[in-house]
Structures are given as C-alpha cells and as structure tokens.
C-alpha cells in the first residue's frame, strides 16, 4: 500500500469534494505512508571452515582449562594442590598421636576439626568456656558460614576449656616454571595467597583468649621465590615479619643435606608467641608463614613442593609450644587462685583474732 502512496496524492484526495476518502481513513493512510519498506533478508553466513572450528574448540578448552585448574580457596591448580594437601593429610594421624602424647601428664583431651563455624568462634572470643565441635545446633547463617583449613584445627580441652593447638593451611602457586618449559612467555604471579589472611582474621577470633597464635601456612611454588614480589606481600599481611624461607636450586636440591640442615633450623625458629604491636595494638597474631620456593627459569614445576616428614616436623613444634603455652596459663591461673585464698584466709583470720576489740586493740596495750 505505502508503494502507492505519497504526501501529494493524499493531499489532492482530501481536498477534492468528489473524493470517496473519508477523514477517518485519514489516519491509516499516513501510517501506511510512514512505514518503512522491509529490508530483504540477510544472506546466511558461511559455516566456518574446519580449521577455525577447530581453534575456536582450542581456545574454549583452553579458557576451560584454565579456570578448572585455578584452585577457588587460594591456591593455584588443582592437580598441585591435590598432590600437596594430600602430603599435608597424612601428616593428621601422626600428629594427633603427637598431641595426645604431649597432653597425657596433664590430663584432658584432644579434638580434632575439619571446620568451624562463625557463630562458635564468636562465642569461643567472648567465653573461652564454651566448647566448639563440628556440629551446630542453631539454623542461624552464622553457623553456616565456617572457616576449613586445610591440615585442619586441633584443640586441647583442659579444665573446662578448651585451648588451640593447632592450625594448619597449605598453599601452592606458580605456573610460569611450567609455561618456561613449553617455551612460552611467563606470565605475573597470581595474588591468590593474599587472600589466606582473611582466615588468620577468623583464626584470630578462635586465639582472642590466649597468648599465643598456633597457625601455620606452608607455601610452595616458583611464585614465593626471592625474586619475586609474593612472598613480601605476604609479610605485608602479617605486620612486617619475616618469613621463614627454604630456597630449592641446582645448587641444592629438595634432597640436599644442605636443605634438610636449613627445614631443622627452620623448625627451631618456629615462635606463636603474640607480639606488641603498638600502642593500640598490644598483642598481635603472627602465623608462621614457612616458605618453600625455586626460580621459574631454573628448575622444573613442584620442585619446591613440602615433603611429609617436612610437614610433621613444623607442626609437631607448633604443637609442642602451644600445649607449654597452656600448661603455663593453667598454672599461673591455679598460682593466681591459691594466692587470692590465702588473702581472703589472712583477712577472715585477721578480723576473727580482733573480733572483741572493734578497734583493733591489744588487751597488753
């Protein structure tokens, strides 16, 4: 209709007395003049060529890849964090053992937990007393929302209460020793370790009543190397304090006696021991961030990973200083007690020996 139709036609109609149009067609004629004429179809695209399909498949695998290797918890490839938290893992038993061994003159018992919940580390900072398990019994989100290191937490119930022992993370990081030995360009390091000390914070929650901070994270990859900037970002997040560093090189192998004499000083040097901060803060938390790490360009991927009896070896330091930790806590605490009965013995003494002379005198006086 609009290809029959134009604004002169219409007009010359309207104004002609003899003409059939009448007003109310009026309208439809000038919207059937302003729609536009169809464009013809566009002609179908041709199917991509074999080859493109197959690099359009490459780069999908490869992106898929990528982000299905990239651990969600803070470490860097799945198959790397699986063959080293499962080195970590088998360490559980032997510590345990450890602990109950350590705890057994002084009584109590040891627990040992995959996780913790918000909701009892909050009531763990405001009552020591109040005893944490890995069961809940409130809906409430904060008991659905927990912290899940990877060694997991060990505590040590003792006169009531219970005390950490133990806390244990592990991460791996780097992938450019590998893209080196592909022949490709290295890539920059990740920051996926940074995101570690929001658990020290939880972690902080479940040590508010102690002195001491028994977390350890074990790092390892070409990415904690002393070339690059990782491993300092990660003394940024812990107040400035050094970290406990094991360089793996061609000079000296995992397997060296040099790098076994550097993890047995390593081991020695381990403290949980808070530290003053400052002014405003008085007693701060201080993981031991034990480091493990190779060049990139010099040695081939895992070569830095931590060994089992490695492992053992920090934790079973950790653990023996925190059960010292306790059984010094318990004892001042029985010292303070004992001190303060024996006041309140020498007052009721005091005021029975004067009872018939309200003014404190001496019939000899």
């Known amino acids: 209709m ?3 139709l134009n604004i002169g036609s219409i007009i010359d109609a309207t104004s002609n007395p003899n003409s059939d149009i009448k007003p109310r067609h009026l309208m439809s004629m000038l919207s059937a003049l302003a729609e536009p004429e169809p464009e013809p179809a566009p002609a179908p695209a041709p199917a991509p060529a074999p080859e493109q399909v197959n690099n359009i498949q490459t780069q999908s695998q490869g992106l898929s890849n ?24 088998t360490i559980i038993e032997p510590l345990l053992e450890r602990a109950r061994a350590l705890i057994a003159p002084h009584g109590g018992s040891i627990q040992y937990l995959k996780k913790v919940s918000l ?8 009552n020591p007393k109040h005893i944490i398990d890995d069961t809940s019994n409130t809906a409430s989100i904060d008991a659905r929302v927990s912290i899940k290191p990877d060694a997991g937490i060990i505590m040590w119930t003792f006169n009531g209460t219970q005390y950490p022992l133990y806390i244990g993370e592990d991460k791996v990081q780097g992938t450019n020793d590998q893209l080196h030995a592909a022949g490709k360009k290295r890539q920059a390091t990740g920051n996926a370790i940074e995101r570690y000390f929001k658990n020290v914070r939880a972690e902080e929650m479940l040590c508010a009543n102690v002195p001491y901070f028994p977390s350890v994270v074990f790092a390892a990859g070409c990415d904690f190397h002393h070339t690059e900037t990782i491993a300092k970002r990660l003394e940024v997040g812990n107040y400035g304090t050094p970290n406990h560093y094991v360089e793996i090189s061609t000079e000296n192998p995992a397997d060296s006696d040099a790098i076994a004499a550097q993890m047995q000083n390593m081991t020695q040097r381990i403290s949980i021991y808070k530290r003053v901060g400052g002014k405003y803060a008085p007693a701060i938390s201080i993981p031991s961030v034990c480091v493990k790490a190779h060049k990139w360009d010099a040695l081939p991927h895992n070569s830095s990973l931590w060994k089992p009896h490695e492992y053992l070896a920090v934790s079973e330091r950790v653990v023996e200083l925190a059960v010292n930790e306790v059984v010094q806590i318990v004892q001042r605490e029985t010292d303070d007690a004992v001190r303060t ?6 007052y009721v003494h005091d005021t029975t020996r004067y009872e018939d002379h309200p003014f404190g005198l001496d019939k000899e006086w």
């Open 2 to 4: 609009a290809a029959n």
């Open 66 to 89: 990528r982000h299905l290797n990239m651990h969600q918890d803070g470490r860097t490839l799945v198959d790397d964090s699986n063959v080293s938290e499962g080195n970590l893992k």
């Open 119 to 126: 909701e009892d580390l909050a009531m763990h900072m405001r």
């Open 341 to 346: 009965n024996a006041r309140r013995t020498r």
